[in-house]
Each structure stands twice: as structure tokens, then as C-alpha cells.
Nanobody, 122 residues
Framework: QVQLVESGGGSVQAGGSLRLSCATSGFTYRSYCMAWFRQPPGKEREGVAAIASDGITTYAGFVKGRFTISQDYAKNTLYLQMNSLKPEDTAMYYC????????????????WGQGAQVTVSS
């Protein structure tokens, strides 16, 4: 049974940092493509960052230079380091996994976590 469990969300002031984690189980992590998505209040889900099984990464333009996606194969865990947070980064953040490369397109990911709330105050 595939499981993705996010943690590390919370409330911070603008300019602060948070690190999200996504602990996974039930699949061969090293073979999968992983991604972070977010859904701001009242808006559609959008791609934040993705990492392929070969380590290639891609980022949405609005987070480039501020967020970093990484993974620990020994722990089967995906991370999102978020620095210089802005109020507009407030959203529910989700991790997702798929055998195939989906980039930042949410429809292309089969497995999803339950989400972690990130709130950034000004």
C-alpha cells in the first residue's frame, strides 16, 4: 500500500523558513518521480517543484531561488526547503509520486499525501 505523509508545515512570518518532509512507503522510492504541489485558499492546485528518479529537478517560476527540493534515498523521504517565505506562499502543500515523469502537472501524478498547511503572515 502506497503511503505519502507530509510533515513540517506551520505558521511563520514573512521572510522565514520551513522545511516540509514527505515520508513514503509501499513503493520503490528510487524508481519514482516525486513532486510538491500547493493549493492556496480558493485557488487551483499548482506545481511547486519536481524531481525525477535520476535527480533532475524543475521548479515553478514563483519559487525559483527560494525553494529547494531534495530527497534522501536511505529514508525514502522527499523534502522541500522553503526560504524567504511570502504571504502568497500560504497554501496546503502536497507531495505526490508517480512512476512516470509528470513535471509540475498534478493530473500526471497517481499517489498523493494528505497535505501540510503552511501559513505565512506579513
Amino acid at each position: 500500500q502506497v503511503q505519502l505523509v507530509e510533515s513540517g508545515g506551520g505558521s511563520v512570518q514573512a521572510g522565514g523558513s520551513l522545511r516540509l518532509s514527505c515520508a513514503t512507503s509501499g513503493f520503490t522510492y528510487r524508481s519514482y518521480c516525486m513532486a510538491w504541489f500547493r493549493q492556496p485558499p480558493g485557488k487551483e492546485r499548482e506545481g511547486v517543484a519536481a524531481i525525477a528518479s535520476d535527480g533532475i529537478t524543475t521548479y515553478a517560476g514563483f519559487v525559483k531561488g527560494r525553494f529547494t527540493i531534495s530527497q534522501d534515498y536511505a529514508k525514502n523521504t522527499l523534502y522541500l526547503q522553503m526560504n524567504s517565505l511570502k504571504p502568497e506562499d500560504t497554501a496546503m502543500y502536497y507531495c505526490a509520486a508517480d512512476w512516470n515523469w509528470g513535471g509540475l502537472a498534478p493530473d500526471l501524478y497517481r499517489y498523493w499525501g494528505q497535505g501540510a498547511q503552511v501559513t505565512v503572515s506579513s
